[in-house]
């Protein structure tokens, strides 16, 4: 099961001796034009006026949902602000292309535990407000899907019980062979 979604970065200037600017996730939105695969496109929005930030909108990706991935979604849906999880790159220089964008998303997911793999593997992944329309997609397949693990019952040793605990052995040290004999 999936769904076509555009993705928004924004590149804010900053005044910093360290870096000129940051690229960030801001938004996703449903991309009702999409009828199919799609190469990824981008595009710039036009600018606010009190804003001097530029956004891009990435067109061509898909939000796929997979039933190994269910508890990751469930964990999403039910947290008090669900997300949606952009992992995203800089492009090499030799990549970009003229008044292009100098960073692109790569994949999306709602998944808590696929955006925990994709941090652990060291890659860029920010969380962006999980669309209420996308919440509504994908909360049946959620609920089909998703089967907690059964609670099982821990037993704890209890040292106050009569039995007396368990006896240690002791070895006595190794015998070391003397050739002499003495």
Request: net charge negative; no cysteine.
């Amino acid at each position: 099961m999936s769904i076509a979604l555009a993705i928004i970065l924004q590149r804010t200037p900053l005044a910093s001796r360290w870096a000129a600017e940051r690229w960030e996730p801001v938004a996703v939105e449903v991309d009702r034009a999409a009828n199919g695969p799609a190469a990824i496109a981008y595009r710039l929005l036009p600018a606010e006026a009190a804003n001097p930030a530029q956004r891009w909108r990435f067109t061509g990706y898909r939000l796929e949902l997979h039933r190994s991935e269910a508890e990751g979604y469930h964990l999403n849906l039910t947290a008090p602000e669900p997300k949606v999880f952009i992992m995203w790159r800089m492009l090499e220089p030799e990549a970009k292309e003229e008044g292009g964008p100098a960073a692109r998303p790569e994949l999306a997911t709602v998944s808590y535990n696929e955006a925990a793999r994709m941090l652990d593997g060291g890659e860029q992944v920010d969380a962006v407000p999980l669309p209420p329309v996308i919440a509504a997609w994908m909360a049946p397949d959620v609920a089909e899907h998703y089967k907690p693990e059964p609670k099982r019952k821990v037993r704890r040793r209890d040292p106050l019980r009569d039995e007396p605990p368990p006896a240690h052995t002791v070895h006595a040290p190794p015998k070391i062979h003397d050739p002499t004999g003495e």
